[in-house]
């Protein structure tokens, strides 16, 4: 009887759980797209509501570094690059161009996030308390992620925000050949070697 009850109870906890992440996990997963290299953002995705500054159309990213796991001889690592949609937002009448700059600048974001990921793949933590290490990657992180702010800032300026068309081209090539350089770090599964 005791064990009746105990797997009714698993039972519901299960249901319970399950529910709990469709309510909360759909709503989230809708309003992000993880970068792919199979796929182009379209004016709508851009679901946020203008402001009206000086920019016609803004791409808002996220990064994640989720720690997933821990073995005597490495710290497992999920690391990747979102766009997201309820704060992404474009100006009515947007043209085409201007899409393909967004586009770029997620594409730079991926960049980034694969310098991260290579950062992270030939660090070796010596440290036998895993959150000393975890606080250094953090700033590795950050630090690479203040050089993409910067990157980006230059790609706008030196395009024109997509207007001059001869240097956007030029930006279109260097990141592209900037992500294939970077391509042995698509994975966003990272092993950081330990040797406490």
Known sequence: MKRLI?????FIFLIGSCALKKKHGSNVDEDFIPWSESYKLSWSDY????????????????????????????????????FIKSKSWKRPNVSNNLLKHEQLHFDIAEIFIRKVRKEFSNFISYEINVNNS??????IRDIILEEKRNFSF???????????????????????????????????????????
């Open 47 to 82: 679901l946020g509501t203008p402001d009206y500054s000086a920019h016609d159309a803004v791409t808002w990213v996220s990064y994640q570094t989720r720690q997933i796991g821990l073995r005597e001889d490495a710290i497992l690592f999920d690391i990747r690059c979102y």
């Open 6 to 10: 105990l797997l009714l109870y698993c």
């Open 154 to 196: 230059m790609y706008d300026q030196e395009t024109n925000f997509s207007k001059n068309k001869e240097k956007q081209k030029e930006w279109e090539k260097k990141i592209k050949t900037t992500l294939k350089e970077y391509e042995q770090y698509a994975n966003p599964y990272v092993e950081v070697k330990r040797e406490p």
């Open 134 to 139: 975890i606080n250094e990657l953090g700033e």
